[in-house]
């Protein structure tokens, strides 16, 4: 497996088959002194961009690059007085120097240059508003399945628990009443954990290639994302199973390393150390769905390739993590909790999670908080698994000039870009 795959076009049928067509020497072909032109064999005028044929739906095969082009020549500036401050020099892209990346090619929602943060979170955003009708019908498809069974299962084990509610006002439970509500909780939380794990998957498979679409600006239908990610649920279900596996074990081998010495110090270092090296895990694994989903990566490939691509700017990836975790818990969190108030107010204000327990709940309640939880999931669904993507092109833009095939595969021109 090479360290750096090229740009991979979903749905091609194997690994070997998914180099773009940059990375094949071509040969080239001379034509024939009886051959007439035709139509479609017209060569490309200078100054025009080549037109691409057969472009693939995804990432992947890209038109030759187009024929090479002499700069144009600037007069040089003129020379000042004696004794005076030179004259700015004007570049090729504006007065005070030129930028190999000030104008990149932008055929899709990012330009094609290494980004910003603010840039990444931009063309999340722009991605949902360009395709909304795809991402919508997912996102709202997943979110509405994931909330309904997790209604249904916290009607049927929590609210109805004989169990949670023995417990609420009992401050000396026996042993079976306990059994009873561990075992309710735990029914609870293996139903809706499952079911969110694969909406989870789904969204992210589907997602990401809309995104990878939208770079390129090109449309995608939910009958083509589904093609295009259905091979790969299972890998990617493997990924995001051993990424938080590996978290939780780096957690917990530390603790109890420390706890066989019986020391409570050592204890809590272990726990503040299990805790640092999770967090640093998570974020050197955090590429590998992308990784997967766009290159046709395994399971522990793509861990590989994700720790290759954070290698060495583990800071900003982190950084950008982190706030988008800060920003979509803000907005889940604005659209959650006027939901639990309206639930609350109609329901008579004293049914809620936090008031009664969870024996108290409604189905009134559950409904209109249920509501909320939609709205929240549709609209943080998109934008987290949309981040991810393009913070995994960046870094392959950065580290490996992603751009210069992108921009191909396109069909547009871009820049010369120094390394």
Known sequence: MSDTPGWTSPGSPSPEHDRPESSQPSQPTQPSPSSQPTPSSQPTQPGQPPQPQGAPQGWGAAPPPPPHQTPPSYPAAPQPPYGQAPYPQQQPGGWG??????????????????????????????????????????????????????????????SDSSGLAALEDNPDPTNDELRDALGELAAFASVTGIVTLLGSVLATAMLTIVVSRAVLGRDVTIGEAWQDSRSRLLRLLGVV?????????????????????????????????????????????????????????????????????????????????????????LVGGVLEFPASAIASLVDGGDTGMFDSGFSDMSWTYLTITGIGAVLASTITLPISAGVTALLYIDQRIRREALDIELARAAGVDIPHRES
Not at 282 to 311: I, N
Request: with cysteine.
């Open 97 to 158: 120097g030129w930028h190999p990346h000030t104008f990149a090619a932008k055929p899709g929602v990012i330009p094609l240059r290494p980004l910003g943060i603010g840039e990444i979170l931009d063309g999340a955003v722009s991605t949902a508003r360009a395709h909304w009708r795809t991402v919508l019908a997912i996102a709202l498809a997943i979110a509405v399945i994931t909330q309904l069974v997790g209604t249904l299962a916290m009607r049927l084990w929590l």
């Open 241 to 329: 199973l051993v990424v938080p596996l590996i978290c939780t074990l780096a957690i917990a081998l530390p603790i109890l390393a420390m706890a066989v010495s019986g020391s409570a110090a050592l204890v809590v270092l272990g726990v503040i150390g299990g805790i640092v090296l999770a967090v640093w895990l998570w974020v050197r694994l955090s590429l590998a769905a992308p990784a997967l989903m766009l290159e046709r990566q395994g399971v522990f490939a793509a861990l590989r390739r994700s720790a290759k691509l954070v290698s060495g700017s583990w800071w900003r990836v982190f950084g950008v993590q982190l706030l988008v975790i800060v920003l979509l818990a």
